[in-house]
């Protein structure tokens, strides 16, 4: 697992006393986007898909530490849009390290050349660089060409600035084991602290629709990279159960809350990925108000294909702390790559009754007298 120790220990105690205290549903990871604007319009994402009046909108410094201090989970990713276009990031970013939080800066590496003298690596700092594959796969996935050479120099120069950086990667139709098994034996050779790496999510705003991958597509896609992987060195940042379950060999269903998002319009429900299923004014009204039972891939069709890290890594979690030795065989052993995979679990939505209709219901007629007295 490409996290270093502390970081381990002081997830490993927060979720400890999360259990101790009874507490049922804890975030583990707060997703706070400060804005949508970007300077790339990816085929894979919807989130530029605003009127300039949104894309222009930022949340300040006082709202974001507000929004860390509310939620209080231990780590904070930032994504966008693209977070080095916010002209306070850096003082958000020394804010949230103030309190003593794990922060992701996801970024395309664009603008970190020029911004890099912002900030002061730290062990709470990590820049999360967007790769989605070698050359030629990124620069198609972020429809335009350049961006992976400059992202590449990008990663090396933070690394000798002694910045810990790791590789954000999402996985979209047309992908080979061989060639993402290239890529991550590249990205380890560049010195990164790890990999994510997902398939994406069919934002329903994105450009292009015919890029996701699904089902069991996804499954044997990710069967075919750990089988190559058994002989390498990878380090990957995710739970050895979130990795098993890419592979087909859990059932898990999601767990939205361990992953909220705060961003300019508040606290999505239900997650970082349905935009339009409205918002809560503060962290607790987003746990007491959505409706979390008509989510998931059981539960929502806009959920079905979904097997993203926000959704699932701390459902991965929760079973560890569940199940510590099963997480245990699985880190050694790796994920399961061949034999059968567990059942898919049946949509509960298919067996929803339609709503009643007058079909059926006999209805009196009767002849009204226009002649007759009122």
Not at 90 to 116: D, S
Not at 222 to 245: E, M, T
């Amino acid at each position: 697992m490409g996290v270093p120790l502390r970081q381990q220990l002081t997830v490993g105690s927060y979720l400890i006393r999360q259990k101790l205290r009874g507490v049922k549903k804890y975030p583990l990871v707060l997703m706070l986007e400060p804005l949508f604007r970007c300077n790339l319009a990816c085929a894979g994402c919807g989130k530029i898909d605003y009127s300039d009046e949104i894309l222009d909108k930022r949340l300040s410094f006082e709202e974001c530490m507000q929004a860390v201090d509310e939620c209080n989970a231990p780590m904070v990713s930032i994504p966008g849009g693209e977070p080095l276009i916010h002209k306070e990031m850096p003082q958000i970013i020394a804010g949230i390290v103030a309190r003593r939080k794990y922060v992701y800066l996801c970024t395309n590496a664009l603008l970190l050349k020029k911004r890099i003298k912002d900030y002061t690596p730290s062990p709470y700092l990590t820049f999360s660089i967007h790769l989605d594959g070698m050359q030629e796969k990124h620069d198609a996935s972020v429809c335009q060409e350049g961006v992976f050479e400059r992202a590449v120099e990008a990663i090396k120069l933070a690394l000798e600035k002694g910045f810990r950086v790791t590789v954000n990667c999402t996985l979209f139709q047309g992908e080979k084991p061989r060639e993402v098994a290239e890529f991550l034996d590249y990205a380890m050779a560049l010195g990164v602290e790890g990999v994510t790496i997902a398939p994406g999510f069919s934002y329903e705003r994105a450009p292009q629709q015919d890029v996701f991958i699904k089902g069991k597509d996804v499954k044997n896609l990710f069967r075919g990279i750990f089988k190559i992987g058994k002989s390498r060195k990878w380090k990957l940042n995710h739970s050895s159960l979130y990795l098993d379950f890419l592979a087909g060999n859990q059932n898990y269903e999601c767990t939205p809350w361990g992953n909220p998002t705060r961003n300019i319009f508040g606290w999505q429900k239900p997650c970082y990925l349905l935009a339009d299923e409205g918002n809560a004014s503060s962290f607790q009204e987003l746990l007491d108000t959505t409706p979390w039972e008509k989510y998931g891939t059981v539960n929502n069709p806009k959920c079905a294909s979904c097997m993203a890290h926000c959704g699932y890594e701390a459902t991965a979690v929760e079973d560890m702390l569940k199940h510590p030795l099963k997480a245990l065989l699985t880190s050694i052993r790796g994920p399961k790559t061949e034999g059968e995979m567990v059942p898919e679990l049946k949509p509960r939505y298919i067996n929803e009754k339609p709503l009643p209709t007058f079909s059926g219901i006999p209805i009196r007629v009767e002849m009204i007298d226009k002649n007759a007295s009122a």
